[in-house]
């Protein structure tokens, strides 16, 4: 089992940047496929992007934030990172992590077996 915390999120404006961070507990973080989602007020939780379980070799990406938007982790610190470029209003969210083993990766909520708490993202106009 893993428990996820996600850190990093805040207020900024349209056009700026931020950089989640995902702390896993466990020694079998790398063999875990990551994933980010955000849920807007009102909206369903959606997919954001999804790295493989290893070295992250695989990565795949909403077409909402394609090209804005970096997945990455690391490891040797149990952590995976959204890095977030060119942030627009209707990215305000909450943002959360997830993690599941038993696909390379993996782009629904069902898939998922373990999520972090949240962190919110406001981005004002």
């Known amino acids: 089992q893993v428990q996820l915390v996600e850190s990093g999120g805040g207020l900024v404006q349209a056009g700026g940047s931020l950089r989640l961070s995902c702390a896993a507990s466990?020694?079998?973080?790398?063999?875990?496929?990551m994933g980010w989602f955000r849920q807007a007020p009102g909206k369903v939780r959606e997919f954001v992007a999804t790295?493989?379980?290893?070295?992250?070799?695989?990565?795949y990406y909403a077409d909402s934030v394609k090209g804005r938007s970096t997945i990455s982790r690391d490891n040797a610190k149990n952590t995976v990172y959204l890095q977030m470029d060119s942030l627009k209003p209707e990215d305000t969210a909450v943002y959360y992590c997830?993690?599941?083993?038993?696909?390379?990766?993996?782009?629904?909520?069902?898939?998922?077996?373990?999520w972090g708490q949240g962190t919110q993202v406001t981005v004002s106009s």
């Open positions: 997830a993690g599941e083993r038993t696909k390379i990766i993996a782009t629904m909520t069902h898939e998922y077996d373990y």
């Open positions: 790295i493989s379980w290893g070295t992250g070799t695989i990565t």
């Open positions: 466990g020694r079998t973080f790398s063999t875990y496929a």
